[in-house]
């Protein structure tokens, strides 16, 4: 059954009165259009509706813009800190951070809503659950702060769910345009497509040396350049789009330049720069360490600092 993107938009701004997503009995303010994309049950209660909806928006507006993101979690309630009793609440917040009135918020926010409805409709979406062909078993990232300019490297392990598995997509936030960074795999594959979906976005299309069977696992390995001078934001978060068995992240500062604060980062919602609880202490050579076994898939794991 095809979902009219029209009909998906009217059942949202449904959902976005009062108190949103956080509202008591939200259960009862979702319509059939949002049920059957969220694969919410007829016996499901407020507070499992509630989360399905948040991991369904959550990953659908991960490529957004920052503007059109904010404002989807803002209209719903699902922004920590902004959680308003009513919804004319809500767009004032937006409209003073964004220093804009309240009329150009409701239509930025309109925007949002009819992006989100459009993805949502996509044919990738309507995948069944478990349909995925390919599950991460090991994510290993080492940043390094201490060079010239800030480079990654990163190593995967991927196991094959269904035979035939010969081409993987993978996705990452930009620090800055295409030509300031350098994507450079080193081990375990080739480039077969390279795709930019949104201005912060960069999708990369990867084949395979050979095609798996159902659980064979392949690695490979791949190095990431900042250039020179490009600043970078002071994170680095990664936003699971399927199960991840164990993501492990190292972040290398230089000896001399350790950052204020650092602090670890796990099922956000949305990249913010407050400080978070779960602090982190570098050790003597300069490195902070984080672990996650099964990583949430739409939310946020990693590290952050202030510099």
Same mark, same amino acid.
């Given at each position: 059954?095809?979902?009219?993107?029209?009909?998906?938009?009217?059942?949202?701004?449904?959902?976005?009165?009062?108190?949103?997503?956080?509202?008591?009995?939200?259960?009862?303010?979702?319509?059939?259009? =949002?049920? *059957?994309?969220?694969?919410?049950?007829?016996? %499901? #209660?407020?507070?499992? !509706?509630?989360?399905?909806? @948040?991991?369904? +928006?959550?990953?659908?507006?991960?490529?957004?813009?920052?503007?059109?993101?904010?404002?989807?979690?803002?209209?719903?309630?699902?922004?920590?800190?902004?959680?308003?009793?009513?919804?004319?609440?809500?767009?004032?917040?937006?409209?003073?951070?964004?220093?804009?009135?309240?009329?150009?918020?409701?239509?930025?926010?309109?925007?949002?809503?009819?992006?989100?409805?459009?993805?949502?409709?996509?044919?990738?979406?309507?995948?069944?659950?478990?349909?995925?062909?390919?599950? =991460?078993? *090991?994510?290993?990232?080492?940043?390094?702060? %201490? #060079?010239?300019?800030? !480079?990654?490297?990163?190593? @995967?392990?991927? +196991?094959?769910?269904?035979?035939?598995?010969?081409?993987?997509?993978?996705?990452?936030?930009?620090?800055?345009?295409?030509?300031?960074?350098?994507?450079?795999?080193?081990?375990?594959?080739?480039?077969?497509?390279?795709?930019?979906?949104?201005?912060?976005?960069?999708?990369?299309?990867?084949?395979?040396?050979?095609?798996?069977?159902?659980?064979?696992?392949?690695?490979?390995?791949?190095?990431?350049?900042?250039?020179?001078?490009?600043?970078?934001?002071?994170?680095?978060?990664?936003?699971?789009?399927?199960?991840?068995?164990?993501? %492990?992240?190292?972040?290398?500062?230089?000896?001399?330049?350790?950052?204020?604060?650092?602090?670890?980062?796990?099922?956000?919602?949305?990249?913010?720069?407050?400080?978070?609880?779960?602090?982190?202490?570098?050790?003597?050579?300069?490195?902070?360490?984080?672990?996650?076994?099964?990583?949430?898939?739409?939310?946020?794991?990693?590290?952050?600092?202030?510099?």
């Amino acid at each position: 059954m095809t979902v009219p993107v029209e009909s998906l938009v009217a059942e949202l701004k449904i959902l976005r009165r009062g108190r949103g997503v956080q509202a008591p009995g939200v259960d009862r303010q979702v319509g059939p259009n =949002l049920r *059957r994309l969220c694969d919410i049950g007829d016996v %499901d #209660g407020a507070g499992l !509706v509630r989360e399905k909806i @948040r991991a369904w +928006v959550t990953d659908l507006i991960r490529p957004f813009p920052d503007d059109l993101r904010l404002a989807v979690t803002t209209t719903f309630a699902l922004n920590p800190v902004a959680q308003h009793k009513f919804h004319a609440d809500r767009v004032a917040w937006l409209a003073q951070r964004a220093d804009r009135d309240a009329r150009t918020i409701r239509r930025r926010i309109d925007d949002a809503l009819t992006r989100l409805a459009e993805a949502a409709v996509m044919p990738a979406h309507h995948a069944e659950p478990g349909g995925e062909e390919w599950h =991460l078993k *090991r994510f290993s990232a080492l940043l390094r702060l %201490d #060079g010239i300019s800030p !480079v990654c490297h990163e190593v @995967r392990e991927i +196991v094959a769910q269904t035979d035939g598995v010969d081409e993987i997509p993978w996705s990452f936030s930009l620090p800055g345009s295409l030509g300031e960074l350098d994507v450079e795999i080193v081990q375990g594959a080739v480039f077969s497509r390279i795709q930019r979906p949104s201005a912060r976005r960069l999708l990369l299309r990867l084949q395979l040396p050979e095609t798996l069977r159902a659980g064979q696992a392949h690695q490979f390995a791949m190095e990431v350049r900042v250039a020179p001078g490009q600043p970078m934001r002071p994170s680095f978060v990664f936003w699971p789009d399927r199960r991840c068995e164990q993501f %492990d992240l190292v972040v290398r500062f230089a000896a001399d330049q350790l950052p204020r604060a650092v602090w670890r980062v796990r099922d956000a919602l949305q990249e913010s720069q407050e400080i978070g609880q779960d602090r982190l202490v570098p050790n003597s050579i300069g490195e902070v360490r984080a672990r996650f076994t099964e990583p949430r898939p739409g939310r946020g794991h990693g590290i952050q600092w202030q510099p």
